[in-house]
């Protein structure tokens, strides 16, 4: 039996496992996105303002700081869009812009002390939780668990991006169908 994402009744052992899997991670992306809500909500944001504080968290995580431009693709969204969602974001205290100081024209985004502050007074509840689960699973465990985490992110993500292009080539050619 194929698994085809989680919607077929499984067969044998590793069919159960997949599904239950399929539906935990299911489960995880709701729930994850009914608190990232409760947090926009809190403060006048909407899914993408977010979803681009997210974006602008991981690249600082990552080790550097996000350009408009980048933000932009991440979101899938026109420059204009990018401005108007950062100037939302830096009047609400979220984000701010600086410049680079190896290329004065470049546009760098960060995340301002008083939005960061924000974030980790209402999802610091939820990380000490995510610790100890995660103090549960031996080094080895949480390399596979990454593993297989990083792998899904990359497979959702490959399929994102091809439904995006089929959007966009839909929208070019209104006669065509995606289905």
Do not use: C, W
């Not at 009744?9 to 809500?37: E, F």
């Not at 680079?100 to 301002?112: E, F, G, I, S």
């Amino acid at each position: 039996m194929t698994a085809q994402g989680g919607y077929q009744r499984p067969d044998g052992r590793r069919g159960q496992m997949i599904a239950d899997i399929t539906r935990d991670l299911r489960r995880y992306s709701v729930d994850a996105q009914h608190i990232g809500h409760a947090f926009a909500g809190l403060h006048g944001l909407n899914a993408t303002d977010l979803h681009a504080l997210f974006a602008v968290l991981d690249a600082e995580l990552l080790g550097g700081p996000i350009t408009p431009g980048r933000l932009g693709e991440q979101l899938n969204l026109s420059s204009g869009s990018v401005t108007a969602l950062i100037d939302r974001l830096e009047r609400a205290g979220h984000v701010r812009r600086d410049r680079d100081t190896a290329d004065r024209r470049k546009v760098l985004l960060r995340y301002a002390d008083q939005g960061a502050a924000l974030a980790r007074s209402f999802f610091a509840p939820l990380g000490r939780r995510n610790d100890e689960v995660m103090a549960r699973f031996s080094d080895e465990e949480l390399e596979v668990v990454h593993r297989f985490i990083s792998e899904m992110v990359v497979s959702t993500r490959e399929h994102r991006d091809a439904v995006r292009a089929a959007r966009r080539e839909a929208a070019v050619d209104p006669g065509s169908s995606t289905d």
